[in-house]
């Protein structure tokens, strides 16, 4: 099911634009300078994504405790994340006055969740997750140039790392899809400021097993491990990522 699905996106994209290009090989020199170059880069925050997923298996691996205070502060709640700027580059090549595509590339989640399990004096987990995605879409824009729209097949990639004195890692790869819409907060001839929102997804990407320890009562004979496991799990992709898009543009408007 999933394989039909992303064939049927390429397929479409490539119909699409095989379609404009054809338009384009079959006009004049003038329709040539029709041709416009957006160039973009944008920031935001990010919604959705592993956050929710890595958070419920800390709590069912026992990640979920709190900390003991000490000189610095209070204790602190478990899991808790932390979250990371995100950003995307789009090259934009419009082949008409409204139809074209597009190239997007960025960094769509980046966030960190902390865990702790309080046994004897405890073991701490950081997980790092960043979700990277390069993506090729169709491309359609309003008459009056305030909306663009863009959907096509991605490629996704989802690491996580741990920060612990117990590294390891994990780095899924899929295939999914990408749609992004932006409206034009500003029209000048050569910039570029949008509001911008797009979504991402792939199927669920799974991570773990992951394991800290400590030895309690190294002047034993035999010391004691302390050991817990972050127990593995499958964690969404679907991501929204919101923000602003600044850039340029040239060629005929």
Request: proline content about 3%.
């Amino acid at each position: 099911m999933k394989t039909n699905f992303l064939i049927i996106c390429f397929l479409l994209i490539f119909s699409l634009s095989h379609t404009t290009s054809q338009n384009l090989s079959d006009s004049t020199s003038s329709k040539l300078q029709a041709s416009k170059f957006h160039f973009s880069f944008f920031s935001g925050f990010s919604i959705f994504g592993p956050k929710k997923d890595i958070e419920s298996n800390m709590l069912a691996s026992g990640y979920g405790d709190q900390s003991s205070a000490n000189l610095f502060g209070n204790g602190e709640d478990h899991p808790n994340t932390d979250r990371f700027p995100i950003f995307d580059f789009e090259a934009s090549l419009f082949l008409n006055r409204n139809r074209g595509i597009s190239l997007n590339t960025g960094l769509a989640n980046n966030i960190e969740v902390q865990g702790y399990d309080d046994k004897g004096i405890g073991n701490y987990l950081f997980l790092k997750s960043e979700i990277w995605s390069i993506s090729l879409n169709y491309l359609f824009q309003s008459k009056n140039n305030k909306h663009n729209f863009s959907f096509g097949p991605s490629y996704i990639i989802h690491s996580v790392e741990s920060k612990s004195s117990n590294p390891f890692s994990d780095k899924n790869k899929k295939l999914g899809i990408y749609a992004g819409y932006s409206y034009s907060l500003v029209q000048k001839k050569h910039f570029i400021l949008n509001f911008k929102t797009n979504f991402r997804w792939a199927t669920h990407s799974e991570i773990g097993p992951y394991i800290t320890e400590y030895q309690m009562g190294l002047i034993n004979p035999v010391p004691e491990t302390i050991t817990s496991i972050f127990k593995e799990t499958k964690v969404s992709l679907a991501i929204i990522n919101i923000g602003i898009a600044i850039g340029f543009k040239i060629g005929k408007q």
